[in-house]
C-alpha cells in the first residue's frame, strides 16, 4: 500500500480481548487460542488485494462488534497471506505509543504463525508473515 489515507470507516469484527475471528460475510473463520489486544476490523466500502475488506486496527478502548467508526490512520503493517498483500492499516484517536507499535507487530508476527498453520490445513500455499511496517 503505498498511499495511506488520512482517515477511514472502520467496522469492527473482534473487540478488544475478543478471540472470534470473523469472516468477510460474518461466518466464524477461526477461534484464537489468545485474545486479541485491540480492536480488529475492516474497512468500510474498501477491497484488499486479497479479494476481502481492507483490514484495520483500531487502538484504544474496546468498541463492541459492528460498531462503526471513523479513525484517524497512523500507519500500516506489511501483512502477506497466502501469497497475497494483505495490509492492515494502524488507526485510532491519538498517535501510537511506541509500546502500542510493538504490541501491533508482535501480535501480528504471532498471528503469521498462526494463520500459516491454517492456511496449511486449509490447502492454501504462498508465504505468510509480516514483510514490514511503517508509521505516518
Not at 484517536?93 to 509500546?99: M, V
Not at 494463520?115 to 514483510?131: D, E, P, W
Request: net charge positive.
Amino acid at each position: 500500500m503505498q498511499v495511506l489515507p488520512d482517515r477511514v470507516k472502520v467496522q469492527i469484527e473482534v473487540p478488544k480481548g475478543g478471540f472470534i475471528k470473523r469472516r468477510a460475510h460474518r461466518g466464524v473463520d477461526f477461534l484464537s487460542p489468545f485474545p486479541c489486544p485491540f480492536n480488529y476490523g475492516s474497512v468500510l466500502g474498501s477491497l484488499s488485494p486479497d479479494g476481502d475488506p481492507l483490514d484495520a486496527v483500531v487502538l484504544g478502548p474496546r468498541q463492541s462488534v459492528d460498531h462503526v467508526g471513523t479513525w484517524q490512520v497512523y500507519g500500516v503493517v506489511d501483512f502477506i497471506d497466502a501469497g497475497l498483500d494483505d495490509p492492515k492499516l494502524i488507526c485510532g484517536r491519538r498517535t501510537p505509543s511506541s509500546a502500542q507499535w510493538w504490541t501491533v507487530v508482535i501480535f501480528f508476527r504471532s498471528y503469521a504463525i498462526a494463520k500459516r498453520v491454517l492456511n496449511k490445513a486449509r490447502g492454501k500455499q504462498g508465504t505468510t508473515a509480516v514483510r514490514g511496517w511503517r508509521r505516518r
